[in-house]
């Protein structure tokens, strides 16, 4: 079946560093990817999303390209903001939406 | 953008109690709902799909007649408890896509259960 692996986190930074927050996947035809952030209190947001392969999703400075070969989906960014702190989890949906275990991330001043 | 509300935010209930979560679309229509369920440090579980008007489609596993779902109309899905144990104590998630929209999908708040 399909499925999503992300690393577990927590993941603690500080302000401005370089994040990279790991997610492979497994699935059955031709999958769209996302990510999406859970803020402290809030129910989830989608944060960005690739449909095909080679797809570059961006927002709010976060990164993520659609890596057929490497079945990965590698969010990044460059500079994080302690306002970025929440829970990101990578999902695929074929038929349906297929979630990671969500990363905890931690930005400190 | 498109605003699912879920209600209540957390509740608490006695074993043996049935507890009813309702999960509304503020802003557009949802022929379909999806009801999720998150364990501590795992991931979402896909537990049923609510179909406006017609019977909900259970995943394998989860057991229909101890999580009911009523999608009665285009703005609003239940999600009740039946006989609740302890071992239902846990956070239900549930999300919509607009009607003839792009297929993105939105999500509740989310409800936290824990049963005594």
């Known amino acids: 079946g399909d499925s999503v692996t992300q690393m577990e986190g927590p993941v603690t930074l500080s302000e401005e560093a370089f994040l990279t927050i790991n997610c492979t996947y497994t699935?059955?035809?031709?999958?769209?990817l996302f990510w999406y952030v859970q803020y402290p209190g809030e129910g989830l947001q989608l944060l960005l999303k690739?449909?095909?392969?080679?797809d570059k999703g961006s927002n709010k400075g976060f990164e993520a390209t659609y890596r057929k070969e490497t079945t990965s989906f590698h969010l990044e960014k460059g500079s994080v903001q302690v306002s970025d702190s929440a829970v990101y989890f990578c999902?695929?949906?074929?038929?349906?939406?297929?979630f990671g275990i969500g990363t905890k991330l931690q930005v400190i001043p | 953008g498109a605003v699912v509300s879920q209600h209540p935010s957390w509740v608490i209930c006695k074993s043996g109690t049935s507890v009813k979560i309702e999960c509304r679309s503020l802003d557009f229509q949802a022929t379909t709902m999806f009801w999720y369920r998150q364990f501590p440090k795992q991931s979402l579980m896909l537990m049923a799909t609510s179909n406006e008007g017609s019977k909900a489609t259970y995943e394998q596993g989860v057991e229909k007649d101890k999580f009911l779902i009523n999608h009665a109309s285009l703005t609003l899905s239940t999600l009740t408890v039946t006989s609740a144990h302890p071992e239902d104590s846990s956070f239900y998630i549930c999300?919509?896509?607009?009607?003839?929209?792009?297929?993105?999908?939105?999500f509740g708040e989310g409800s936290r259960l824990t049963v005594l």
């Open positions: 999300s919509a896509h607009r009607d003839r929209g792009t297929g993105e999908l939105f």
């Open positions: 999902a695929l949906r074929v038929m349906k939406v297929t």
């Open positions: 699935a059955t035809g031709y999958p769209s």
């Open positions: 690739a449909t095909k392969a080679d």
